[in-house]
C-alpha cells in the first residue's frame, strides 16, 4: 500500500471519527514524511473522544500500557495509534504546540487541509529541526534531545540555533532517560544516511558524558573519521561500531547494560570480543568461520577493519571463500532421520 492510498484511509478513518461528533486529525510523522514523500510507517491520531468513546465506535481497541492514554485501532488493513488531546489542551492548536519540533507540530484534517500554527512546512521546505519555546519542551522530555540528533541522521535536517542552544545547555537531563528509550533513537540514529554528522555532534559535544548513569561511558573520543560506518551494513555491525566508540575494549562489559534483543547481542558481543582479542586482525580459519557462519565472520570482519580503519576486500573474499569451501557448514548439515538411514542403507530389513 503506497502513501496516498494510506493516506486515503487515515482520512476516513478521521471522518468516521468526525460523524460520531468527536475531533480527530492527522497529526505528527505522518503529516510530516507525506509532505517529504517518504514511506509513513504508522498514523498518529489526537482526539477529544475518550477511551469509553473509542470502544463503542470501534470493534477493537487495544489498550497496549495503562501508563498512557494511548489506544491502537486496526481499521481497513491499517493500525491508527489514537491519542486524546496532550496534558490540560483541549483544542489541537494546543496539543500541537506541546509537541517536540515544529516539523511534527502539523496535523490535517478529514479534507485532508493542513493547520500549522508554528509554520512547520516551512521549516520542512528549509530542512530546519526547530522546537517552539526548546528549553520548554526538551524540560517535558529530555528525549527530545537524542530526538534532533536522530533527526539530523534520518532527514539530513540541521538543528535550528536556539534549539541546538537548548539542547546544549539542557544536556545534563539526558541522565533521567531510561535506557530503553534512549537505544530507541539510537537504533533509529545508527541506520541514517547522515549518522556521520550527528555522531560528530554528539561526541564532539560530549553528550555521552550525561547519559544515564549505568551507559555513560568514563571518557568519549572524538575522532571525525571514526563516524562514518558506511562500510557496516547491519544494525548489528553498527551497534558494534558505536559502543566501541563509547566505551573502546570495554565495550563487551558495558553492552549488558543496553537492553538490546538477545540474539542481537549474542552477534555483537562476538564482534566486541574478537575486535579486542585479535587488535592486529582475526586469524580466520575453517574452524572459526565454521562456528560463527558466514554472515557473522564478514560482519565481525567489516567491523574489526573499521575499528582498525583499514580496509581489505581481499579478506571479506577469503571469508566467503574458505565458507564455501567447508564440506559440513552447520550441524543442521549433520542431522539424519529414517528416511535418510534407508537410502544409506537399502537392503536394512524392518523389524516385524
Known sequence: MNNREQWLKA???IRFINKAGFDAFIVGGAVRDFFLNRPIHDFDIVTNASECDMQQLF???ITPTRRFETWIVPWKNLAFEVTP???????????????????NALAADK????????????????????????VKRLEEDPLRIMRAMRFVSQLGFIIETDTWLACLSQQ??????PVERMQAEMDKLLMGFKH????YFMFHHCFPLYFPKKVRPQRTIDTRKHYNMNSLLSNSER??????LMYQTNADQYMKQWVLPKNEGKKIRYMLQMCHSYPEGVLWDQMSIYEAGETLALQTERV?????????????????????????????DLMINGKDVIELFPLMKKKK
Request: charged share 30%.
Open 111 to 134: 479534507t485532508g487541509a493542513i493547520i500549522d500554527p508554528l509554520e512547520g512546512k516551512k521549516d520542512i521546505n528549509t530542512r530546519v529541526i526547530r522546537s517552539y519555546l526548546p
Open 304 to 332: 574489526h577493519q573499521w575499528v582498525r580503519d583499514r580496509e581489505s576486500k581481499e579478506t571479506l573474499q577469503y571469508i566467503s571463500h574458505l565458507y564455501d569451501s567447508l564440506p559440513i557448514k552447520s550441524r543442521k
Open 239 to 244: 551497534w558494534a561500531a558505536f559502543l566501541w
Open 196 to 199: 556521520e554528522d550527528a555522531l
Open 172 to 177: 545534563s537531563l539526558l541522565e533521567i532517560v
Open 11 to 13: 482520512l476516513d478513518f
Open 59 to 61: 470493534t477493537r481497541v
Open 85 to 103: 488531546y496532550r496534558s490540560n489542551s483541549k483544542q489541537l492548536i494546543e496539543d500541537v504546540t506541546l509537541r517536540d519540533f515544529t516539523m
